[in-house]
């Protein structure tokens, strides 16, 4: 099993009934080769890093290409990817300014710190009532319920696909239905 790290550069083909797709990959590396994935990559997107596990495989009519089995959103790890991140969509009205703010009073490691204790946002000068509840329901609401879907069916030995199959079926209560039962 190979992990490879890097950004969607664009969609070759999608299905969207399975998730199935084909795509090139940017690779993370000093020359930022690009590769063609195939597997369940639906909710891949241009704005965030991914490793993907799997294998490099030699299609007969299509040369080599990496097939995916899982993959991951990967955290920012540099000032401007966090303020980026921060200051994106999932967090309405966190500007770039308020995300450095973050950055510069919590440090590079600030995601991590805010996941495990939301009262730390109470450091940042920056940040009132109302901007912290938007960081916290940006936590919360993000598609980290497809992350978390992904892991928990991982690890319970379910192929891409079938995770794929029941996040369409059940959504985001994906994991309280079949914990449940």
């Known amino acids: 099993m190979k992990e490879i790290t890097g950004k969607l550069a664009h969609t070759i083909f999608a299905n969207d009934s399975n998730g199935y797709a084909i795509i090139s ?16 990559l639906s909710s891949l997107s241009k704005e965030y890093k991914y490793s993907l596990q799997g294998e490099y495989i030699e299609h007969p009519k299509y040369g080599m290409q990496f097939k995916v089995s899982s993959y991951a959103r990967c ?24 995300a450095k703010d973050i950055v510069d009073t919590l440090g590079i490691d600030c995601i991590d710190k805010i996941k495990n204790d939301y009262d730390i946002l109470d450091q940042v000068a920056s940040i009132n009532a109302k901007k912290k509840q938007a960081i916290v329901n940006g936590f919360e609401n993000m598609d980290d319920i497809m992350e ?34």
Do not use: C, W
């Open 25 to 40: 990959f940017k690779l993370d590396t000093l020359n930022e080769k690009h590769i063609i994935a195939t597997g369940i």
């Open 148 to 181: 978390k879907t992904i892991q928990f069916f991982s690890i319970h030995g379910l192929s891409q696909r079938n995770i794929m199959r029941l996040n369409m079926t059940y959504g985001k209560d994906a994991i309280a239905k079949v914990s449940e039962n």
């Open 75 to 98: 955290m920012p790890d540099d000032n401007d990817g966090i303020i980026k991140y921060l200051s994106g969509p999932q967090f309405a009205g966190i500007g770039k300014k308020i």
